[in-house]
């Protein structure tokens, strides 16, 4: 943790404070923790007072301390990892088919899925890119928004809502899933993992807004082929609840743990279509 470069006054007026640490416990996300917070302290009255920055170092050292008890990588693993391997924070954003800005997030402090971090260890080993989680194609977030688009031409309204993709995320993973099983090749390139509300496009925090304004028209357009699959989804699936029932009963999601990337070779088991 960095050392403090300033001094800052007790606010009740007792001159300066001292800057401490301090090891302290607090239950996050229903897990408990401890982790060492840094502060200052006054003497007098024992109030304590804290800078900006100390404020962000606290809650990166609460998000690892999280991470190291379940599991998961911490902000410093994937940082001394990626360093390791020689590799910028774009390198491995590319590598790992994601957004710089995931990269970013989690050494900055922000949790990742257990999905996700399956795949950075994946990747801070050296290890090649799975194709079984991309389909055959590199992921493309206009080529999402295109699909998505289709969509909602063949349904005749629209289905990207402010639901976080509960709804949209399942037309698109059977289109997905359907066009690898029958093309070889998935529609998007999207990884999906399964979560408690059904699959969904892994790291899915990340990518809505950028799915919700990305320019649909600067993607690879849709084949023939792709465009009969998404209408026939469409026909099967004319309401939201629909899509979602039926991708829940599928045996391929009800056998993953929860957090799970769902793998495009089980595409082969799909009941729905």
């Known amino acids: 943790m960095n050392k ?3 001094v800052i006054p007790c606010p009740n007026g007792h001159g300066e404070t001292r800057a401490t640490k301090a090891k302290k416990t607090m239950t996050f996300r229903g897990v408990d923790i401890t982790y060492q917070t840094e502060h200052y302290l006054c003497p007098v009255c024992g109030i304590e007072v804290g800078s900006i920055e100390q404020a962000s170092i606290t809650q990166r050292a609460i998000s690892d301390a999280y991470r190291k008890t379940v599991g998961l990588l911490t902000s410093e693993e994937i940082r001394e990892g990626r360093k390791r391997l020689d590799l910028t924070q774009d ?3 590319q590598h790992m088919c994601v957004g710089i800005a995931s990269i970013k997030r989690w050494e900055g402090g922000i949790i990742q ?6 795949a950075l260890r994946r990747a801070l080993q050296g290890q090649a890119a799975n194709d079984g989680y991309s389909g055959n194609r590199k992921f493309s977030i206009p080529r999402l928004r295109l699909i998505l688009r289709e969509f909602e031409a063949s ?3 629209k289905i990207m809502k402010d639901d976080k993709g509960l709804y949209s995320a399942k037309y ?8 690898y099983r029958e093309l070889g090749q998935s529609m998007s390139g999207a990884t999906y993992a399964c979560l408690p509300f059904g699959p969904q496009l892994n790291n899915y925090r990340d990518l809505i807004d950028e799915i919700k304004k990305t320019d649909a028209n600067s993607a690879e357009p849709l084949t023939s082929e792709e465009k009969k699959i998404i209408s026939r989804i469409a026909l099967r699936f004319p309401k939201d609840q629909m899509v979602i029932d039926a991708s829940h009963r599928e045996v391929i999601v009800q056998r993953k743990p929860i ?3 769902i793998p495009y070779s089980d595409a ?3 009941t729905g279509l």
């Open 172 to 179: 698109v993973w059977y289109a997905d899933m359907v066009a």
């Open 91 to 93: 390198d491995l954003a």
């Open 113 to 118: 899925t257990k999905s996700m971090d399956h």
């Open 155 to 157: 349904l005749q309204r």
């Open 4 to 6: 403090p470069n300033k």
């Open 259 to 261: 957090g799970s990337i």
């Open 268 to 270: 082969a088991e799909l």
